[in-house]
């Protein structure tokens, strides 16, 4: 299957501007609570495991298979749009705009391009796809998702149009697999 129509809109065609953008994130970072930031930091590294390994017991393995077959083409066509945009995180732009933005963790993954944020659209597509084997635990997986996109903003590592956008990407990833591949039985 082809991905190539995949693509992430232009930056500038987000609304607000970067010192908007970066005011935005300098807030949610500021009323972050130390629980949110235990939360942030476990899900710097481990995205999929907190839907994948939490539900393997309750999939096939070759469900468990197809899911993590389809997050890594995900995650591929991420990566594309990260080095196609190359924009820089917040924490590493803000000092351009004479803003003091200093991440309140370590972090791991938010080092390379920002846009579109890769935890957002990975933690959507998995509760997109679980929703459709566990539709009475479809709110509290989506709930999920959107703290693990929040997350990112908390850390400072992504604007708030690199979470919208990642959580596009991972719709029109989603339908496109929805249509084209029957999705194994559970």
Known sequence: MDFEDIVARDPSEH???????LLYVKSVMEIASEEDLV?????????????????CGYVSP??????????YELLMIILREKMKWK?????LAASAFGIDLNPPLKFTTGVGPSYPSGHAAISRFYAQSLALFFED??????NLSSRIAWSRLQLGVHFLRDIKEGE???DLYFEKIRRGIALPKN
Do not use: I, K
């Open 168 to 170: 596009r990407l991972a």
């Open 137 to 142: 635990l479809r709110g509290e997986l989506f």
């Open 15 to 21: 609304t607000g501007t970067d010192t908007e953008q």
């Open 62 to 71: 070759r469900t468990a298979s197809f899911l993590r077959a389809r997050e």
């Open 87 to 91: 924009m820089r995180r917040p924490y």
């Open 39 to 55: 939360f942030a930091e476990r899900v710097d590294v481990f995205t999929p495991e907190l839907f994948y390994m939490d539900v």
